[in-house]
């Protein structure tokens, strides 16, 4: 089996990276992610071996120690990471990679030099510090504060539902830096490494799929980091913020898109082999009337995905509200395909032996991760 995109949006640079890439996630993440979930987490081999294949960092520099490539390349990486068997359980933690092209863009040239040589090579892994347990998707309600001692920021607070918390060498930490501003204004962005005084982990969360994500809990007791950590400008890290949230939201709804398709590609096969009363199940009139609904769906949501890299190439930018159309259509989507896969699967489905069952608990995350479906509505309905 293997990922039906549309060649003609990709060079041959493109091809081969993404043979490459499938070839390593076949080897290296598919091979092995039943022991890694049994022991809870990714080996740092693997990452040493991503980073050596020049799978991490993608779009910096090398003068900074990445491969390079362009925007492209992470689609690649997004739509054979959803395909993947591992893609399920791996694939946030893979994702979060983005934030050296965050600190390549937002940070100043002694963080560049720091940070993202040991990021490419996987030596480091970053967490993005946000979400906070009263405030969830609202930004606004930070109460994580940074206040100013000398060079230092001397910085306290909680975060909750941070991917790679569990690992993370170092964070990039939304905190209140103007206490008298209001909504969105006075926080900065500042990064924050997990060595420091003051700075504890917490719970390692059980969550209902993407196991290996390492999502958990960190919090921050007057940790004392140089004033120099500021990624961006003081008071305006929103501006950071938003410099991912585009990607994110073509990101996700490509993997969504991938594991969508390879959940339809098990269910035909599935359905070919399995026999009832007397025939293969795929022979029975409903299953090819579910089979077809579900390949229109696929096939719609191609053609949604690649008129917005179509417009990428044209224009070089990311439309903000048909990035979020994107992300608030192509994973409810998936949750329709994937959930009539586990039904066509019967029992089979509801068996983590079967990767349709770890699509569906990991694909109830994307209608909720980098940007609700409720949040993208009201984006879009802002736009009319």
Not at 64 to 78: H, K, L, N
Not at 96 to 117: N, Q, T
Not at 294 to 322: I, P
Request: with cysteine; aromatic share 10%; charged share 25%.
């Amino acid at each position: 089996m293997s990922y039906r995109y549309t060649p003609s949006l990709f060079s041959e640079e493109h091809e081969i990276f993404r043979a490459s890439y499938r070839r390593f996630l076949a080897e290296e993440a598919d091979a092995h992610v039943d022991e890694w979930l049994a022991a809870g987490e990714i080996p740092q081999s693997f990452w040493r071996k991503a980073g050596e294949q020049g799978f991490l960092a993608i779009g910096i520099p090398p003068e900074y120690g990445g491969p390079g490539g362009d925007f492209f390349y992470r689609v690649i990486i997004a739509e054979e990471l959803g395909y993947s068997l591992a893609g399920a359980s791996i694939a946030p933690a893979v994702i979060g990679d983005g934030v050296s092209e965050i600190i390549f863009h937002s940070a100043s040239e002694d963080l560049r030099y720091k940070w993202m040589p040991p990021m490419a090579t996987g030596e480091v892994r970053f967490g993005f510090g946000i979400t906070e347990p009263d405030s969830g998707s609202d930004v606004s309600g930070i109460r994580t504060s940074a206040v100013r001692d000398g060079d230092e920021w001397v910085i306290s607070g909680a975060k909750t539902f941070i991917g790679n918390a569990a690992t993370a060498q170092a964070f990039i930490v939304a905190c209140k830096t103007d206490p008298d501003a209001k909504g969105t204004k006075g926080i900065s962005m500042i990064i924050v490494e997990a060595d420091r005084p003051g700075f504890k982990r917490g719970r390692k969360l059980h969550k209902m799929g993407n196991h290996l994500s390492g999502t958990g809990e960190f919090a921050m007791d007057e940790v004392r980091v140089p004033i120099g950590n500021l990624v961006g400008v003081e008071n305006e890290g929103m501006k950071v913020v938003m410099t991912g949230l585009n990607m994110d939201r073509i990101t996700w709804p490509s993997i969504a898109h991938a594991a969508s398709q390879r959940a339809f590609d098990e269910t035909v096969e599935f359905t070919r082999n399995r026999k009832g009363f007397g025939q293969a199940i795929i022979d029975f009139q409903n299953t090819r009337l579910k089979l077809a609904e579900m390949k229109t769906e696929l096939a719609v949501g191609r053609a949604f995905l690649d008129d917005l890299l179509r417009g990428y190439k044209e224009t070089g930018e990311l439309d903000t509200v048909r990035c979020a159309m994107a992300k608030m259509w192509l994973p409810e989507m998936e949750a329709r395909v994937i959930d009539q896969a586990v039904q066509l699967h019967g029992g089979a489905g509801y068996m983590d032996e079967y990767p349709v069952s770890r699509l569906y608990t990991a694909a109830r995350l994307h209608r909720i991760f980098a940007g609700t479906a409720e949040i993208m509505r009201l984006m879009v309905g802002r736009s009319i």
